[in-house]
């Protein structure tokens, strides 16, 4: 019993090393939330399997729709004040505020899910989760 107890307390502090608030900002940023040089991202929205600078596995993140409903949450506490306010203040038509809304909210979206989906893996890297704990 007292060896799992220690074996449990030197997992807990192996944890504490990396920074979770640093992996997210390096995961917004699209770099690897390793060493924050390597860049994240093959593609879009598809994460390499190995960082090209410090060769840290990534595959093993489990963002599923984590960086879309995110995407959505954000998106949408950002642009509904901003909807009010240009109701209330031009009272444009209707089919003004759907186009150039829509199109806002698009734009937006492009922008911020690659991103979101970055600081998921690099929440997911910083907290051992999914494998990411086998790689020291």
Not at 95 to 123: C, D, E, H, N, Q
Request: charge should be positive; charged fraction near 20%; proline fraction near 4%.
């Amino acid at each position: 019993m007292e060896e799992l107890m220690t074996h449990d307390s030197h997992h807990s502090s192996a944890d504490d090393a990396r920074d979770t608030r640093k992996a997210a900002l390096r995961g917004w940023q699209r770099t690897c939330p390793s060493c924050g040089t390597g860049p994240l991202m093959q593609s879009y929205l598809k994460v390499r399997d190995k960082c090209a600078v410090c060769g840290e596995e990534l595959h093993h993140h489990r963002a599923d729709d984590g960086p879309a409903w995110a995407t959505i949450l954000v998106a949408g506490h950002i642009l509904a004040p901003l909807m009010l306010f240009v109701f209330e203040l031009w009272r444009p038509a209707g089919w003004v505020m759907a186009v150039g809304f829509s199109s806002v909210f698009t734009v937006l979206a492009l922008y911020l899910l690659p991103r979101l989906k970055g600081v998921f893996v690099g929440v997911q890297w910083a907290k051992r989760m999914h494998g990411f704990g086998h790689n020291g």
